[in-house]
Nanobody, 124 residues
Framework: QVQLVESGGGLVQAGGSLRLSCAASGRTFSSETMGWFRQAPGKEREFVAAITWSGRSTYYIDSVKGRFTIPRDNAKKTVYLEMNRLKPQDAAVYCC?????????????????WGQGAQVTVSS
């Protein structure tokens, strides 16, 4: 059974930083592109960032470029999301998943296998 466990969320003031972690088990983590997705109350889930299996390529939505980075450690089967200069509009539940790129954009690789997510709250 595949498991994804996110951690590292919390409350931070605008301009602050957080580092999220996503630990994967029971899957071929090192061969998959992994991504972070977020969902704010009343909004649809959106793609945030992705990193290829080798770590050589990363992708971000425009609103987080220059502020977020998505490193990974294949030996630990963990992907991270380092968030800097946080804004109130970044507040959401952040979840990791395999990520796939379609002509319409990025989508989770598995729609029925989400972790509990990491709550990020940003105070203004």
């Amino acid at each position: 059974q595949v498991q994804l466990v996110e951690s590292g969320g919390g409350l931070v003031q605008a301009g602050g930083s957080l580092r999220l972690s996503c630990a994967a088990s029971g899957r071929t983590f090192s061969s998959e592109t992994m991504g972070w997705f977020r969902q704010a109350p009343g909004k649809e889930r959106e793609f945030v960032a992705a990193i290829t299996w080798s770590g050589r390529s990363t992708y971000y939505i425009d609103s987080v470029k220059g502020r977020f980075t998505i490193p990974r450690d294949n030996a630990k089967k963990t992907v991270y999301l380092e968030m800097n200069r946080l804004k109130p509009q970044d507040a959401a539940v952040y979840c990791c998943n395999a990520a796939m790129l379609f002509t319409t954009g990025w989508a989770p690789g598995s729609t029925d296998n989400w972790g509990q997510g990491a709550q990020v709250t940003v105070s203004s």
